[in-house]
C-alpha cells in the first residue's frame, strides 16, 4: 500500500502543480479521489500492522504521516520492511 499511494501521491502532486501553473486540470482531477480512496486503505493497513507489530503510538503516526509527504511512503516502507525481516531472522528456530 506504501508504494500504490505513494505512486498517487507524487502524480496528484503533479496533477495540481499543472493545474495552477499550466491550468491543465485533468491529471489532479483523474488521480485525486482515487488517491484519496487508497489512502484510506494505506492508514488501515498501517494501523492494522501497527496493532499486530505493537508499534508505539509515535512510530505508527510517523508511518501514516510518511503518507502525506511525496517519496517519504516510499522510506517508511523500507524501513518497515527491513525490521520486520530483522524480526523474522530472530524468532527462526532450527529444528
Not at 498501517?46 to 512510530?59: D, E, G, I, N
Request: aromatic share 10%.
Amino acid at each position: 500500500m506504501a508504494w500504490v499511494t505513494g505512486v498517487t501521491l507524487i502524480l496528484l502532486t503533479i496533477g495540481v502543480i499543472l493545474k495552477y501553473v499550466g491550468d491543465r486540470p485533468e491529471l489532479a482531477e483523474i488521480v485525486g479521489m482515487p488517491h484519496g480512496f487508497l489512502y484510506i486503505l494505506y492508514v488501515v493497513t498501517v494501523l492494522t500492522l501497527a496493532y499486530q507489530a505493537r508499534w508505539r503510538p509515535l512510530r505508527t503516526i510517523l508511518v501514516l504521516l510518511a503518507g502525506t509527504v511525496p517519496f517519504a511512503s516510499f522510506v517508511a516502507e523500507r524501513k518497515v520492511v527491513a525490521e520486520a525481516r530483522r524480526d523474522r531472522q530472530g524468532e527462526r528456530v532450527d529444528v
